[in-house]
C-alpha cells in the first residue's frame, strides 16, 4: 500500500514563505503523478499543482504560478511545494496525492483521478 507523509506546514505572516515537502512510500513504481492540493475553511478542496516523477509540470490555473514553484528529483517519490508572499487567503489545509497507473506527464492533470492522499499539513497565514 502507498502512503504520503507530508512535512512544513506552520504559521507565517503575510508577505512570508514556507517550503512543504511530500514523500511516497510503499509500492511507488505507477505512482508517478504527485501533486499538492488545498482546502481552505469553508470552500472544497482544490488543486494546486503537480508532477510528474520523470519532469513535467501542471498548474491548475495560472494564478499560482508566480508564487508556487512545485519541483522534485527525477526518478524519486518526493515532490515540494515552495510558496512566497503568502496572504491569509492562503491559509488552509495542504494535502500531497498521488495516483496509480499515472504513465504520463499529461495524465497529472487530470485532477479528480487521485486516490491516494497524505493526511495534510496546516498551513496559516496572519494578517
Known amino acids: 500500500q502507498v502512503r504520503i507523509a507530508e512535512f512544513g506546514g506552520g504559521s507565517v505572516q503575510a508577505g512570508g514563505s514556507l517550503n512543504l515537502s511530500c514523500e511516497a512510500s510503499?509500492?511507488?513504481?505507477?505512482?508517478?503523478?504527485m501533486a499538492w492540493f488545498r482546502r481552505a475553511p469553508g470552500k472544497e478542496r482544490e488543486p494546486i499543482a503537480a508532477?510528474?516523477?520523470?519532469?513535467?509540470?501542471?498548474f491548475k490555473d495560472d494564478s499560482y504560478k508566480a508564487r508556487f514553484t512545485i519541483s522534485g528529483p527525477n526518478g524519486e517519490y518526493r515532490v515540494f511545494l515552495q510558496m512566497t508572499s503568502l496572504t491569509p487567503e492562503d491559509s488552509a489545509m495542504y494535502y500531497c496525492?498521488?495516483?496509480?497507473?499515472?504513465?504520463?506527464?499529461?495524465?497529472?492533470?487530470?485532477?479528480?483521478?487521485?486516490?491516494?492522499w497524505g493526511q495534510g499539513t496546516q498551513v496559516t497565514v496572519s494578517p
Open positions: 508532477r510528474f516523477s520523470g519532469g513535467g509540470i501542471s
Open positions: 496525492a498521488t495516483k496509480r497507473d499515472s504513465w504520463s506527464p499529461s495524465s497529472c492533470s487530470l485532477w479528480d483521478h487521485y486516490d491516494t
Open positions: 510503499g509500492p511507488t513504481y505507477s505512482y508517478n503523478c
